[in-house]
């Protein structure tokens, strides 16, 4: 039997169990209303992201040093040619917001999916095979707890150049520590279940037990890990922009477009307010999603 091949014919109750449980686990999450606004607020980020440049065709990049510091259109002094404003170059803020969606979206489900694969991997390893590899692993989560986090990605960034693809892997190798604890604890108890131990006795290698009959049921858990993380990858660029040492200049970046305006914030507030809002709106309707996915997931410990 290869790792691709079917279960064994003794596990299909188990199995048929497990995808119950699953589609009772999907259920509620579609109608746990913070599934819902969460998945909402995303799904509008998303839209906006890949739409949004497309009918809003302003360049982000063009200067426009006499049309500088424009105020929104909402105020008396605005124009609808700028609905945002302009910033202290001229640059239009509204088709900077959303280009700045998709590096914020894209810095935030890259940094997770590495983070992912290096957390699940290191977890199932160390929660189905134990002993010295269990140690080892654990060792390494210490000394990677023990490491100083925002200054170690800012040392990595400004040695290894800023630019998105770098930001994305800089974050992603030093945020995996919650897939790990997460799937470590989960392995450790499927490992003991009378199923897993008859696809042992059955001859089942160690690789088709982990792809067959703990992974599927680590998935729920590692997609609520992923929204979270995804919203801590967001924060994470936004405040490594704002000190300089993430995505460089003149990409637009929501914490770039903040620090650029933290000089004039009290005599133009939109600079600052408007990427700080639309921060604030993506992360919390992320976090809102995977605290509704937690809660379908693991009903158990919901408060």
């Known amino acids: 039997m290869t790792m691709m091949d079917p279960p064994p014919a003794a596990e299909a109750v188990a199995i048929a169990s497990a995808q119950a449980r699953r589609r009772k686990a999907w259920e509620r999450a579609w109608h746990n209303p913070s599934v819902r606004i969460g998945g909402g607020i995303v799904l509008l980020w998303l839209i906006a992201a890949v739409i949004g440049p497309w009918l809003w065709t302003a360049d982000p990049y063009a200067q ?4 500088r510091m424009l105020p929104p259109a909402w105020d008396l002094r605005g124009s609808l040619a700028h609905p945002f404003g302009t910033d202290h170059l001229g640059r239009d803020v509204l088709s900077r917001l959303l280009h700045g969606a998709r590096i914020s979206l894209s810095i935030g489900f890259g940094a997770a999916l590495v983070g992912a694969l290096i957390g699940v991997t290191l977890g199932t390893c160390a929660g189905f095979f134990g002993g010295r590899v269990d140690q080892g692993v654990m060792f390494l989560l210490t000394c ?8 170690l990605s800012m040392t990595l960034i400004y040695f290894l150049k800023p630019s998105v693809l770098t930001v994305i892997g800089v974050i992603g190798v030093l945020h995996w520590t919650l897939y790990l604890i997460v799937t470590r604890t989960s392995t450790m108890q499927i490992r003991g279940l009378d199923y897993v131990r008859a696809s042992m006795v059955a001859g089942a290698s160690p690789r088709q037990v982990i792809a067959w009959d703990i992974l599927p049921n680590l998935a729920g858990s590692i997609l609520v890990v992923f929204t979270l993380e995804v ?7 936004a405040s490594l922009s704002f000190l300089g040492v993430g995505v460089p200049s003149p990409t637009p970046s929501w914490g770039l477009m903040i620090a650029e305006g933290k000089s004039s914030m009290f005599l133009r507030p939109w600079l600052v307010a408007l ?13 809102m999603l ?10 158990q410990v919901k408060d």
């Open 231 to 237: 919203a801590v990858s967001i924060l994470s660029e």
């Open 275 to 287: 990427p700080g809002l639309a921060l604030f709106f993506l992360v919390i309707g992320v976090n």
């Open 290 to 299: 995977g605290d509704g996915l937690r809660d379908a997931v693991q009903p």
């Open 144 to 151: 990677k707890l023990a490491l100083p986090g925002l200054l």
């Open 64 to 67: 426009h040093l006499m049309e």
